[in-house]
């Protein structure tokens, strides 16, 4: 339900972003068998790694990585959740596919749950600066190769878009606060320990070079 708030307004600011010439790198965790074989996948795949393995294997900075503010042990805040059972280690994962309301151009994006394949489609495209929006904050936003931690650490400049993003946190569990509050602590984390923030409105407000 938080996240079909969301998808209308991360479509605009990805088509939007994409119409002016930004790369659009898709990584919905554990799913890229649905895509294999596709254009977006395959631009991902064939990016050289070169020089991106370069930056990873020796250029890597170390950084103070303070415990995040929320107990994250349960998923769900509306337990019991019959409708999306627990994980379960060694079963097939709940979900399959990014979520279809925010559009894969197969001609320009790429499709990569891999931060080793995203360093290598920023090195080949000169890119320095990323912008991070999904879910979940603390999770995948987090801790992925692909995403906050691990990218500051190779040296890339990141922001998050904190309007599109939302925590996986049990408002049962500490710090005792309710999700939206809990999101809220999160980004506040993120931004003291590890990178800056924008909101939507501000991208979309930008006037761009032709």
Known sequence: MRLERMVPRMSEVVERLRGKGVLV???PSDTMAYYEGTPARQRAQEAPQDAALTV??????SKEDPPQPLDQSEAC???PDEQH???EKGMPYP???QHAGVRVDQERDAVSADGREHMALCRQRGIEHILLMGVHTNMCIMRRTFSIKQMVKWGMQIALIRDLTDTMYNPA???YVSHDEGTQLTIEYIEKFWCPTVTSDQ???VTFPS
């Open 25 to 27: 790198i898709h990584a």
């Open 56 to 61: 990873m294997t020796g250029e890597e900075r």
């Open 77 to 79: 805040d509306t337990c």
């Open 85 to 87: 059972p627990k994980f």
């Open 95 to 97: 979900w399959t596919r």
């Open 173 to 175: 569990k500490p710090p």
């Open 203 to 205: 991208l979309l407000g």
